[in-house]
């Protein structure tokens, strides 16, 4: 069974940036359509950007949610086992828990269709 740990989250100021880290317990990554989703205090938990399976149809497309497009920048490493979120530009909006989520041979990353769970890393963005 799949393992996700998510790591890197942290207190940083608005306009900073940070790096989430979401190791996996297997080496081919390519085989899963990975997420990142997030949590804010008081609100659903959100997609906020998804790499699919190399092996879908998808092909190892990116997407982002509208809110993070151009300030968050997704990747995989499968020699580390490890998708990377890259924030930017962060704003007190961004405040939440994020998660990483898998589904094996994935296209795309739905909120209730993904089949493995990290416990997730706080963010907080905050002067």
């Known amino acids: 069974q799949l393992q996700l740990v998510e790591s890197g989250g942290g207190l940083v100021q608005p306009g900073g940036s940070l790096r989430l880290s979401c190791a996996a317990s297997?080496?081919?990554?390519?085989?899963?359509?990975i997420g990142w989703f997030r949590q804010a205090p008081g609100k659903e938990r959100e997609g906020v950007s998804c790499?699919?399976?190399?092996?879908?149809?998808?092909?190892?497309?990116?997407n982002y949610a509208e809110s993070v497009k151009g300030r968050f920048t997704i990747s995989r490493d499968n020699a580390k086992s490890t998708v990377y979120l890259e924030m930017n530009s962060l704003k007190p909006e961004d405040t939440a828990v994020y998660y990483c989520?898998?589904?094996?041979?994935?296209?795309?990353?739905?909120?209730?269709?993904?089949?493995?769970w990290g416990k997730g890393t706080l963010v907080t963005v905050s002067s």
């Open positions: 989520a898998a589904k094996p041979y994935g296209d795309a990353c739905r909120l209730y269709g993904m089949d493995y």
């Open positions: 297997e080496f081919t990554l390519d085989y899963y359509a």
């Open positions: 790499i699919s399976s190399r092996f879908s149809s998808g092909g190892g497309s990116t």
